[in-house]
C-alpha cells in the first residue's frame, strides 16, 4: 500500500484527481511508499487564488495578533519535532539526529520572525520642514512562493516562510516531489496554529508547477533553493514576469588547511562536512585544501575516520550516515567515481565498498564516503557540484595558492579555514570571495538573525535568505510625509489599553 500526497490549498487537502503522479521512495529500502499529485497550472492558480483572498484580510491582522499565531506555531513545532523528523527520514534518508538539527535552525527562524513588531518599525523625523512630519513604514508583497530543494524539506522552507507570513504575506510552498511530505506537515501545524485558511498553501510537482509560480500575475515575489542552472533559470524567468527573486543556487566549498592547524580537529571538521546527510548539502565541505607539507597528514587522519563511520538506514540509532535520496541520484554521484580515476585522480577511498549494516537495505540508493587525493581544477570531480558524499583534496604549496584556488572558483557560497594563526583567519575572511566564511567553523550557516547567502553563482538576486535581508525581501518600503492643520483626540477611557 502506498500512501497518497496531495496539495494543501485553503487550509485543507485538496480533493481534486490529479492527471499526474510522482513515486516517493524509502532510500533505505528502495521501495516506493507514497505516489505524490504533481500540480498542473489550474491546481497552482487555485492555490494563488486562495492565498490572494487569504491576504486581503492577513495584511489587515494586527502585528500582535499575527505574533500570536507565529508563537503557536513556534511551540507546536517544537512539541512535535520528533514526528516531523521521522517524515524526513522516512522520504529523504538522512539520519534521526541529523533531521531533528534541521529542524531545530528551522526553528531559530520562526523565532526570529516571533520578533516581527520590531522588525517591521520605521522610521520617524519630527518636524521635517514647518509642522511637517515624514515616517517610514513597511508593508506587505501580497503573495509570495517557495521553491526548495529536496535536501532540507523542513529548513529551507522555514528560511523564507516565518518571515514571509509574520510581514502579512500569503504563501504558496512548493517542495520537493522527492520528500513533499514535511511541507504537508508543516502546514496543518500552521492551521492548528491559528493561521486563517489559505495564508499558507503548499502545491507539489515539477517544473509545470513551477513555472505556471514564476509566470503567475498574482505572485508577487519568489524564493529559490537548487542548483545553480535551475536558480538562473528560476531567476531570469520570474523576474521577466516583473517578480522580485532571490534564487541560491550551487556550490563548491572549499575548506583551507593551514600547516598550523590541529590536524585531528581539521580531520574531524572534513569528515563532518564532507559525509553529513551524504554529502546533500549546499554548504557541504566537498573540496580540502591541504597547503604543504599537511597534505599526508591530514590525508591519513580522514581515511581513518571514513573506515569507522557507521552507514545505515536513518531511522537506526547507529547510522552516522543515510543513503542518498534516490536510485537515479546515486548512479549520478557514482558516475563521479569512475570520471575522477579517469581524470587522473587517486581514488583513495571508494564508498561503494564501505559495508552497509541493517536489515532490508539491500535496494536501498546507498554510496559510503570516498575520498579523492591529488585533485586538480579541470577534473569533473573538482569543477562539478557533485552533492553526494565525495570528498576532494587538492595540495597546493601556500596559503596564496589556495586563496588564488578559492577566489578563482565559479562558486562562492561557503568557505573555511583551519588555522591557530589569527592574523592568518583574518586575512582569509578579508580576502576570501565567498559568502559565508567560517573559521575553525566548516559550515558556516549564520545564525537566524545574520542572512543566508553566496556570491557569485552562488546566488542570483540581491537579497538573501532570513535575517534582515529577509524582512526587506517580503516587505515594501513606503515614506509618509503628513501635515495636520487643527489637533483631535478622542472620548474618556480610563482603561489601561490594550491591543486587539
Not at 499565531?69 to 541529523?98: M, P, T
Not at 493561521?195 to 500575475?217: I, Q, S, Y
Not at 543515510?322 to 536510485?327: R, S, Y
Request: charged share 20%; hydrophobic share 40%; proline share 6%.
Amino acid at each position: 500500500m502506498t500512501t497518497r500526497i496531495t496539495h494543501w490549498i485553503a487550509g485543507r487537502s485538496w480533493s481534486g484527481t490529479a492527471e499526474r503522479q510522482g513515486e516517493v521512495y524509502d532510500p533505505a529500502t528502495g521501495t516506493v511508499t507514497g505516489r505524490v499529485d504533481f500540480a498542473g497550472p489550474e491546481v497552482v492558480d487555485e492555490a494563488v487564488g486562495a492565498a490572494l483572498a487569504a491576504f486581503q484580510d492577513w495584511r489587515n491582522t494586527s502585528v500582535a495578533r499575527r505574533t500570536t499565531v507565529l508563537f503557536a506555531f513556534r511551540e507546536l513545532l517544537n512539541a512535535r519535532r520528533e514526528e516531523l523528523a521521522a517524515i524526513i527520514v522516512s522520504e529523504h534518508g538522512k539520519v534521526h539526529s541529523d533531521a531533528l538539527g534541521e529542524i531545530a535552525r528551522g526553528l531559530e527562524v520562526v523565532e526570529y520572525a516571533c520578533g516581527i513588531p520590531h522588525l517591521l518599525k520605521g522610521g520617524f523625523t519630527e518636524q521635517a520642514s514647518t509642522g511637517i512630519d515624514v515616517y517610514s513604514l513597511r508593508q506587505p508583497l501580497g503573495v509570495v512562493g517557495v521553491i526548495s530543494p529536496f535536501n532540507f524539506p523542513a529548513m529551507v522552507p522555514m528560511w523564507f516562510f516565518p518571515i514571509a507570513i509574520a510581514a502579512g504575506n500569503a504563501v504558496v510552498v512548493k517542495p520537493s516531489e522527492k520528500d513533499p511530505s514535511a511541507a504537508n506537515f508543516l502546514a496543518g501545524l500552521w492551521r492548528e496554529a491559528g493561521l486563517p485558511d489559505g495564508v499558507f498553501n503548499v502545491v507539489h510537482g515539477d517544473k509545470a508547477a513551477v513555472d505556471r509560480l514564476l509566470e503567475h500575475p498574482d505572485v508577487k515575489a519568489v524564493s529559490f533553493v537548487g542548483s545553480t542552472p535551475i536558480a538562473r533559470y528560476v531567476y531570469e524567468t520570474g523576474t521577466r514576469h516583473g517578480k522580485r527573486v532571490q534564487a541560491l543556487g550551487g556550490a563548491k566549498n572549499h575548506m583551507l588547511v593551514l600547516p598550523d592547524a590541529d590536524l585531528d580537529l581539521a580531520a574531524d571538521a572534513a569528515v563532518n562536512a564532507g559525509f553529513g546527510a551524504a554529502g546533500e548539502r549546499c554548504m557541504a565541505v566537498s573540496v580540502l585544501v591541504a597547503v604543504d607539507p599537511v597534505g599526508d597528514a591530514l590525508v591519513e587522519r580522514i581515511k581513518t575516520r571514513m573506515a569507522a563511520l557507521t552507514v545505515g538506514p536513518g531511522s537506526a540509532p547507529a547510522s552516522e550516515m543515510g543513503p542518498l535520496v534516490t536510485g537515479a541520484h546515486r548512479d549520478k554521484v557514482t558516475a563521479y567515481l569512475d570520471s575522477g580515476v579517469t581524470d587522473g585522480a587517486d581514488l583513495t577511498v571508494d564508498g561503494r565498498k564501505h559495508p552497509v549494516t541493517g536489515e532490508g537495505t539491500v535496494g536501498g540508493f546507498w554510496l559510503g564516503p570516498t575520498l579523492f587525493d591529488r585533485v586538480r581544477p579541470g577534473m569533473s570531480v573538482y569543477d562539478d557540484e557533485i552533492f553526494g558524499p565525495v570528498l576532494s583534496v587538492v595540495r597546493v604549496g601556500s596559503y596564496d595558492e589556495g586563496l588564488v584556488l578559492i577566489n578563482g572558483n565559479p562558486y562562492g557560497n561557503g568557505t573555511a579555514v583551519f588555522t591557530n594563526d589569527g592574523g592568518a583567519a583574518r586575512r582569509f575572511q578579508h580576502e576570501v570571495e565567498v559568502g559565508m566564511v567560517g573559521i575553525n567553523v566548516p559550515i558556516p550557516v549564520p545564525v537566524a538573525y545574520y542572512s543566508f547567502g553566496g556570491w557569485k553563482s552562488s546566488l542570483f538576486g540581491d537579497a538573501h535568505a532570513y535575517g534582515e535581508d529577509g524582512v526587506r525581501f517580503f516587505t515594501r518600503g513606503k515614506a509618509v510625509t503628513q501635515r495636520w492643520l487643527d489637533p483631535s483626540h478622542g472620548g474618556i477611557n480610563l482603561g489601561f489599553p490594550t491591543n486587539q
